[in-house]
C-alpha cells in the first residue's frame, strides 16, 4: 500500500507531496548514520507520479530534495500510523528525532494544490489504491476552510512592504475560532518539513501561510483578464505579478492609508464594515467613469 503525504511549504509557497511503500522489507543497515539519511521507504517518483496523476492537475518533480524530521531509530524511520495500520511493524527499541532525505519530491502550486486537496477520496477510502497520511488528512480540511473562505468573500485587500518595493495580495479572513482550532489539532509531520527542526513553523503561521497563499492565487486565476485595471494597487491584485508599480513615496503613503483603513475595519465588531466607493466623471464624452 502507498501512503501519501503532503504539506505546505512555505519557502517554495507550495504544496510538496512525497509517499511512503509499506511493501517495502525493513532492511536494517548496519553502521552509523550522519546527521541525515536517506528514508528507506519512499514511493518511488514514478508511481508518484501515476497515483497523482489520476486527482492532480499538475504534479512537477522539480528536482529538489527534501529534509523531513520523523521519529527513528538509526537508520530506520518509524513507520507512520497508516503505515502500522496495514501492518508494517515498528523497528524495536526508542526512537528519537530523526532528520531523513526526501530524495526528490513533488510540488503542486497553490491552486493546483486546492484542487488535489479537493479531489482526493476521504482517509477511509482506498478505492484509487493508496492511504493518505494524517498531514493530508489536515490539509484537505483546510482547503475547505479557503473555499469557505472564498464562497463567503471573507478576504481583504492588503499591501505591504516586500524586500525594495511593495507588494499587494488578497488577505483571507477566515473564521477566527476555526482557525484557532485547526492550528491547535494540526499534526506535528505537518511542520516536519524543515532543514533545522528548531526553526519550524508554529502551527497557526503555517496555516495562516497557506490560508494566504491559496485564497491570493485563486482569485488572481479567477480575475477576468478581459478588464484592465488602472489604478496601480488593483493592477498587482489582480495580476501575475503582486509588485506595485510607483514611486517608493506613493507606494508608502499608499501603504499609510491602507493601515488606517484596516485599523477602522479591525475595530469595527462582527458584522463587517464599511466599504466607500468615489465616482469620477470623465473629462471628455466617451471617457471612461471611475
Same mark, same amino acid.
Given at each position: 500500500?502507498?501512503?501519501?503525504?503532503?504539506?505546505?511549504?512555505?519557502?517554495?509557497?507550495?504544496?510538496?507531496?512525497?509517499?511512503?511503500?509499506?511493501?517495502?522489507?525493513?532492511?536494517?543497515?548496519?553502521?552509523?548514520?550522519?546527521?541525515?539519511?536517506?528514508?528507506?521507504?519512499?514511493?518511488?517518483?514514478?508511481?508518484?507520479?501515476?497515483?497523482?496523476?489520476?486527482?492532480?492537475?499538475?504534479?512537477?518533480?522539480?528536482?529538489?530534495?527534501?529534509?523531513?524530521?520523523?521519529?527513528?531509530?538509526?537508520?530506520?524511520?518509524?513507520?507512520?500510523?497508516?503505515?502500522?495500520?496495514?501492518?508494517?511493524?515498528?523497528?524495536?527499541?526508542? *526512537?528519537?528525532?530523526?532528520?531523513? /532525505?526526501?530524495?526528490?519530491?513533488?510540488?503542486?502550486? $497553490?491552486? +493546483?494544490? !486546492? #484542487?488535489?486537496? =479537493?479531489?482526493?477520496?476521504?482517509?477511509?477510502?482506498?478505492?484509487?489504491?493508496?492511504?493518505?497520511?494524517?498531514?493530508?488528512?489536515?490539509?484537505?480540511?483546510?482547503?475547505?476552510?479557503?473555499?469557505?473562505?472564498?464562497?463567503?468573500?471573507?478576504?481583504?485587500?492588503?499591501?505591504?512592504?516586500?524586500?525594495?518595493?511593495?507588494?499587494?495580495?488578497?488577505?483571507?479572513?477566515?473564521?477566527?475560532?476555526?482557525?484557532?482550532?485547526?492550528?491547535?489539532?494540526?499534526? *506535528?509531520?505537518?511542520?516536519?518539513? /524543515?532543514?533545522?527542526?528548531?526553526?519550524?513553523?508554529? $502551527?497557526? +503561521?503555517? !496555516? #495562516?501561510?497557506? =490560508?494566504?497563499?491559496?485564497?491570493?492565487?485563486?482569485?488572481?486565476?479567477?480575475?477576468?483578464?478581459?478588464?484592465?485595471?488602472?489604478?496601480?494597487?488593483?493592477?498587482?491584485?489582480?495580476?501575475?505579478?503582486?509588485?506595485?508599480?510607483?514611486?517608493?513615496?506613493?507606494?508608502?503613503?499608499?501603504?499609510?492609508?491602507?493601515?488606517?483603513?484596516?485599523?477602522?475595519?479591525?475595530?469595527?465588531?462582527?458584522?463587517?464594515?464599511?466599504?466607500?466607493?468615489?465616482?469620477?466623471?470623465?473629462?471628455?464624452?466617451?471617457?471612461?467613469?471611475?
Amino acid at each position: 500500500m502507498q501512503i501519501l503525504h503532503g504539506t505546505w511549504y512555505p519557502e517554495f509557497t507550495q504544496f510538496v507531496l512525497w509517499g511512503e511503500d509499506s511493501t517495502i522489507t525493513s532492511n536494517r543497515r548496519k553502521g552509523k548514520r550522519g546527521t541525515l539519511a536517506p528514508h528507506p521507504f519512499l514511493t518511488t517518483t514514478n508511481l508518484l507520479l501515476r497515483i497523482l496523476t489520476q486527482v492532480a492537475t499538475d504534479p512537477q518533480p522539480d528536482g529538489r530534495s527534501l529534509t523531513i524530521w520523523l521519529p527513528g531509530i538509526g537508520k530506520s524511520p518509524v513507520p507512520s500510523p497508516e503505515a502500522q495500520s496495514v501492518g508494517v511493524s515498528p523497528p524495536e527499541g526508542d *526512537p528519537e528525532l530523526l532528520g531523513w /532525505i526526501v530524495k526528490e519530491c513533488l510540488t503542486l502550486k $497553490p491552486t +493546483d494544490a !486546492l #484542487d488535489f486537496l =479537493l479531489q482526493i477520496p476521504p482517509e477511509h477510502e482506498g478505492s484509487l489504491g493508496f492511504m493518505l497520511g494524517g498531514d493530508l488528512v489536515f490539509w484537505q480540511q483546510a482547503a475547505l476552510v479557503t473555499m469557505n473562505t472564498l464562497v463567503k468573500q471573507g478576504y481583504l485587500p492588503s499591501i505591504e512592504p516586500h524586500g525594495g518595493h511593495f507588494a499587494a495580495y488578497w488577505q483571507p479572513q477566515p473564521d477566527p475560532d476555526l482557525a484557532a482550532q485547526m492550528a491547535v489539532n494540526m499534526p *506535528p509531520v505537518c511542520r516536519a518539513v /524543515i532543514d533545522n527542526p528548531s526553526h519550524a513553523p508554529q $502551527p497557526h +503561521d503555517l !496555516l #495562516d501561510s497557506f =490560508l494566504r497563499y491559496t485564497v491570493d492565487a485563486f482569485i488572481r486565476e479567477a480575475f477576468h483578464q478581459g478588464a484592465k485595471p488602472k489604478h496601480r494597487w488593483l493592477k498587482a491584485l489582480t495580476s501575475e505579478s503582486a509588485t506595485v508599480n510607483g514611486s517608493d513615496v506613493e507606494n508608502r503613503k499608499l501603504h499609510e492609508m491602507w493601515q488606517q483603513w484596516q485599523a477602522a475595519a479591525t475595530g469595527i465588531s462582527a458584522g463587517g464594515f464599511r466599504t466607500s466607493f468615489r465616482l469620477e466623471e470623465p473629462e471628455k464624452d466617451g471617457d471612461p467613469w471611475f
